[in-house]
């Protein structure tokens, strides 16, 4: 028997967004997952404001469609009413560095077992352009006429400092979110997967692709948090020229620390 | 075609109440504002049930001075106008209006004191019910410290008709 996660809402993504790219990628892994309507109820989405949320949408799965930037605080909710829930996060850039921080730290803190995506565009696009924590120096739009003034955040670099237990990069292409979103389950806490995501509107210069290389196939210790470190500060964000190497795949994993779901419980 | 087959699902923006997917069809918006908008008057009814002003008669029932207030400066009123010739009436619901206020507040002389530059409720009632408070009437205290009975005993007695 199989079920559908597809719904009829017509898709309102431009047409070739990379969005659609990690929607095939999470919708390939969980129609494997998926067999039957029971199965589809240990399954939960979270997501914020912007492009990004739209995947909730073209999900047929249980879940919320938040507040702008508060996918974490809502995930972390459902988790404790049901524990055993799968909780899937979207985010986008703008929703996860700029309007939720301080959320985004926390969570890597208290290590809640809750994959986390964010598909990183590096500008709010759904509001046609304007400039994220993630956008990089020199960008001009009309809200910033003179062009951003400041570097942008290196987010894998924030996650390791604040203590997240799993920090993966991938491009979007729905093979790569499909494999890491199979390693994410297999781990035991907060999974935090950035999605570089270009956006083919407003952002349209990035042509990240070509820097990629994969960490596991040039055998990163994945286990290393002084290698994670040094693999982190290869990218910045900011600078894009032939020297750039963008690593993708796994930086960091650890299950050393306790979730907080076992937290939960060992308190009663 | 049924568009999604779960029902656990929320959102908290413009959307199709049936399988909360985000809409931009005009007419479910529309139907989406109206069917919100009916819930104002049972709300309306609904608060009648529980008490959303209060009047303090300070033995003088008849009086034709009646102070206006609401939030925190009630205690040091109630401190303040034992012996003096007035009522106390302390607002404590406003939205939906209490429209029983307008009775009792009709030709009398009002003198209201409130925690603020500009004393909003004045302006509320005059919106809803027409009835001007003269800015003489007015007790505002806008320097960030509570109001004390004694002053405002001194404050009420020069404003009592």
Redesign the interface.
């Known amino acids: 028997m199989t079920v559908n996660l597809s719904t009829s809402t017509k898709p309102t993504w431009c047409p070739g967004c990379f969005n659609f790219q990690i929607l095939a990628g999470v919708k390939n892994y969980l129609t494997k997952k998926i067999k039957t309507e029971e199965d589809r109820k240990s399954y939960a989405i979270v997501a914020g404001i912007g492009c990004h949320a739209k995947i909730f949408d073209y999900l047929n799965l249980n879940g919320i469609n938040g507040l702008h930037g508060r996918v974490l605080p809502t995930a972390l909710g459902l988790k404790i009413g049901n524990p055993n829930l799968n909780v899937i996060g979207f985010s986008g850039d703008g929703d996860c560095y700029a309007e939720g921080m301080e959320h985004l730290i926390h969570a890597a803190r208290y290590n809640a077992n809750i994959k986390y995506f964010v598909h990183n565009n590096q500008v709010f696009a759904l509001t046609v352009g304007q400039p994220t924590p993630m956008t990089e120096m020199g960008f001009k739009d009309k809200t910033t006429p003179a062009g951003v003034k400041y570097p942008p955040i290196n987010s894998i670099r924030l996650m390791l400092a604040a203590g997240a237990t799993f920090v993966a990069r991938v491009f979007a292409d729905f093979k790569q979110v499909e494999d890491v979103l199979s390693e994410a389950f297999n781990h035991k806490g907060f999974a935090f997967i950035e999605v570089i995501q270009p956006c083919l509107i407003f952002h349209p210069d990035a042509e990240y692709k070509k820097y990629t290389y994969n960490l596991q196939e040039k055998g990163h210790d994945k286990n290393n948090y002084q290698e994670a470190i040094k693999k982190a500060e290869e990218f910045d964000y900011n600078t894009i020229n032939d020297k750039t190497k963008i690593p993708l795949g796994i930086f960091y994993q650890t299950e050393e620390r306790a979730t907080f779901e076992e937290n939960l419980v060992s308190k009663k | 075609?049924?568009?999604?087959?779960?029902?656990?699902?929320?959102?908290?923006?413009e959307?199709n109440n049936v399988?909360?997917?985000?809409t931009?069809d005009v007419g479910v918006i529309k139907a989406n504002f109206e069917r919100r908008m009916k819930k104002i008057p049972m709300i309306a009814k609904d608060s009648k049930s529980f008490s959303r002003y209060e009047i303090y008669d300070n033995k003088n029932k008849s009086s034709k001075n009646i102070i206006l207030s609401w939030g925190s400066p009630k205690g040091a009123i109630l401190d303040a106008i034992p012996g003096l010739k007035c009522k106390f009436l302390h607002v404590k619901y406003i939205e939906p209006f209490p429209e029983e206020l307008e009775k009792e507040l009709k030709g009398k002389n009002i003198i209201l004191i409130e925690n603020s530059s500009t004393g909003m409720l004045g302006d509320v009632l005059r919106e809803k019910t027409g009835i001007l408070i003269d800015n003489k009437n007015k007790i505002l205290r806008y320097d960030g410290r509570p109001f004390l009975a004694d002053e405002l005993n001194k404050e009420i007695k020069r404003k009592l008709k």
């Not at chain 2, 399988?19 to 985000?22: F, I, R």
């Open positions: 075609v049924k568009n999604t087959t779960v029902l656990g699902r929320y959102n908290s923006y959307s399988d909360s997917c985000l931009e």
